[in-house]
């Protein structure tokens, strides 16, 4: 009995040890074609300051992976002598494995495509990470139907299975689907969008960097990421400075000696004013400066000077220079501005 029982497991070893080998070394080989035609892309487009080989590498990279398996079990079984019954599983093995990866090329290919059409055009829909992982889980998840459907699988009891247990998984990831929605909330209100500086009631404040499914990043004026839960994100007090739209108001305190000209002082703060508008980068040259007197002070009169610059962050450095140039203008003039002195 023993010796039937070996002669029968020999040859089906035999049967399956060699298209085995053949696809190991067919993988082997197609892994070796796609390092050297990823090589010849990537000299290719440094060769002509070509950009398309970078988006060309990073679409196949992950799918040709893929494909190399695929081919070499196709070859594997072409060359083998499996029985029928084998065969069908390998083929549909391959099938769901050409699939899936077509399927990763497509959300990729369609990602990139959309993320380029956002920004040429003057669509509403912002770059969004968030954005792009739905867009791109909609592609895969029609491609996980069509790989249930080589299966045989009916999608039916599938979507029913999914209700039943909907509940439970909706309890246990609780927190991931409130930022989830809150994000997608947060992308269709367009009330904070990326490139937007905002501040937080908490006092956090920055550049929106990007809103995924859990998170919304905000880069700080020292350049640190602050990572806030959307859920947070939609329930705190916000202050949008790039709404209605980027332009802001400045407003710099200054004071005057009683005893000096107001009249000369407005005169020669507005010429100031209105220089540091065209000259420093950040300034809106065709803002008309005004200067407004609004205290009578115990050591001087107070006023104020209203700047405006094309968006928050370009503030600095227009007050910055503002506070340089009257400084010294007004040495220049004559005029003093009042020190209170201590007793």
């Given at each position: 009995?023993?010796?039937i029982?070996?002669f029968?497991?020999?040859?089906?070893l035999?049967i399956?040890?060699?298209p085995?080998?053949?696809?190991a070394?067919?993988i082997?080989?197609?892994?070796?074609?796609r390092?050297v035609?990823?090589?010849?892309?990537?000299?290719?487009?440094q060769?002509?300051?070509?950009?398309m080989?970078?988006?060309i590498?990073?679409?196949l990279?992950?799918?040709?992976i893929y494909w190399c398996l695929?081919?070499?079990?196709?070859?594997?079984?072409?060359l083998?002598?499996?029985?029928?019954?084998?065969m069908?599983?390998?083929?549909?093995?391959i099938?769901?494995?050409?699939i899936?990866?077509i399927?990763?090329?497509?959300?990729?290919?369609?990602?990139?495509?959309?993320e380029?059409y956002?920004q040429?055009?003057?669509?509403?829909i912002p770059?969004?990470?968030?954005v792009?992982?739905?867009?791109?889980g909609i592609?895969i998840?029609a491609g996980?139907?069509?790989?249930?459907?080589?299966?045989?699988i009916?999608?039916?009891?599938?979507?029913?299975?999914?209700?039943?247990?909907?509940?439970?998984?909706?309890?246990?990831l609780?927190?991931?689907l409130s930022?989830?929605?809150a994000?997608l909330?947060i992308?269709?209100?367009?009330?904070?969008?990326?490139?937007?500086?905002?501040?937080?009631d908490?006092?956090?404040e920055g550049?929106?960097k990007?809103?995924t499914?859990r998170s919304?990043?905000v880069?700080s004026?020292t350049?640190?990421?602050?990572i806030?839960?959307?859920?947070?994100?939609?329930?705190?007090t916000?202050?949008?400075?790039?709404?209605?739209d980027?332009?802001?108001?400045?407003?710099?305190?200054i004071?005057a000696?009683?005893?000096?000209?107001l009249?000369?002082?407005e005169k020669?703060t507005?010429e100031?004013?209105?220089k540091?508008?065209?000259e420093i980068?950040?300034g809106?040259?065709?803002?008309?400066?005004?200067?407004?007197?609004h205290?009578?002070?115990d050591?001087?009169?107070?006023?104020s000077?209203?700047?405006?610059?094309?968006?928050?962050?370009?503030q600095y450095?227009?007050?910055?220079?503002?506070i340089?140039a009257?400084?010294r203008?007004?040495?220049?003039e004559?005029i003093?501005?009042p020190?209170?002195?201590?007793?």
């Amino acid at each position: 009995m023993i010796p039937i029982i070996m002669f029968t497991i020999k040859p089906s070893l035999n049967i399956l040890l060699f298209p085995a080998a053949v696809s190991a070394v067919a993988i082997i080989v197609m892994f070796v074609l796609r390092g050297v035609v990823f090589t010849f892309l990537h000299r290719w487009g440094q060769k002509w300051e070509i950009k398309m080989d970078g988006l060309i590498v990073s679409l196949l990279r992950a799918p040709s992976i893929y494909w190399c398996l695929a081919i070499g079990l196709y070859i594997g079984i072409e060359l083998s002598d499996l029985p029928r019954k084998y065969m069908f599983y390998v083929d549909r093995a391959i099938y769901i494995i050409l699939i899936f990866s077509i399927t990763l090329v497509l959300a990729n290919l369609s990602v990139k495509v959309f993320e380029s059409y956002v920004q040429k055009s003057n669509i509403t829909i912002p770059a969004t990470g968030i954005v792009f992982g739905v867009f791109k889980g909609i592609i895969i998840i029609a491609g996980m139907l069509v790989i249930f459907n080589v299966l045989g699988i009916s999608i039916t009891p599938l979507i029913t299975a999914l209700g039943v247990g909907g509940l439970a998984v909706a309890l246990a990831l609780k927190d991931t689907l409130s930022n989830l929605f809150a994000g997608l909330h947060i992308v269709a209100s367009k009330e904070v969008r990326p490139g937007d500086y905002i501040k937080f009631d908490s006092g956090e404040e920055g550049t929106i960097k990007d809103i995924t499914w859990r998170s919304t990043t905000v880069m700080s004026s020292t350049n640190n990421a602050i990572i806030i839960p959307n859920a947070k994100v939609v329930a705190a007090t916000i202050t949008n400075y790039d709404l209605p739209d980027r332009e802001v108001f400045v407003a710099v305190q200054i004071s005057a000696a009683y005893e000096g000209d107001l009249e000369k002082i407005e005169k020669v703060t507005l010429e100031v004013a209105k220089k540091i508008m065209h000259e420093i980068p950040g300034g809106v040259p065709g803002y008309e400066p005004s200067v407004r007197f609004h205290t009578f002070g115990d050591f001087s009169i107070l006023f104020s000077v209203a700047l405006k610059v094309k968006e928050f962050g370009a503030q600095y450095l227009v007050r910055h220079e503002f506070i340089k140039a009257l400084h010294r203008r007004y040495t220049e003039e004559g005029i003093t501005i009042p020190v209170k002195t201590v007793g």
